[in-house]
Nanobody, 129 residues
Framework: VQLQASGGGLVQAGESLRLSCAASGRTFSNHVMGWFRQAPGKEREFVAAITWNDINTIYADSVKGRFTISRDSVKNMVFLQMNNLKAEDTAVYYC???????????????????????WGLGTLVTVSS
């Protein structure tokens, strides 16, 4: 499995960016796809996640209403549309994936980094205030 994140860059506060994650190596139906971020000197934190099949989504409170996660099943890609960016959104953003295991509630596991078996290299987002 390979996950390749792209789309990061330098923007000003209030602007938008769209991150992409190209997924390959298997069929991603019945998978959970997530975005996490890590700011300098801080731990990796959950941003958003989506279930590939039924497109359930969940967001961290800090990005709710500003970020939107989506997926394109034809292109095998996951996106993170980030609007109204703030300086505190500055971080390296990572996409992650794992099988949506039976017996696990999506809302309970989506935000746990240890749940995800596959990770891509990050893409840097810098928001200047």
């Amino acid at each position: 499995v390979q996950l390749q994140a792209s789309g990061g860059g330098l923007v000003q506060a209030g602007e938008s960016l769209r991150l992409s994650c190209a997924a390959s190596g298997r069929t991603f139906s019945n998978h959970v796809m997530g975005w996490f971020r890590q700011a300098p000197g801080k731990e990796r934190e959950f941003v958003a996640a989506i279930t590939w099949n039924d497109i359930n989504t969940i967001y961290a409170d800090s990005v709710k209403g500003r970020f939107t996660i989506s997926r394109d099943s034809v292109k095998n890609m996951v996106f993170l549309q980030m609007n109204n960016l703030k300086a505190e959104d500055t971080a390296v953003y990572y996409c992650a994936a794992n099988i949506n295991r039976r017996g696990y509630n999506f809302a309970d596991i989506a935000g746990i980094a240890g749940y995800y078996a596959y990770w891509g290299l990050g893409t840097l987002v810098t928001v200047s205030s």
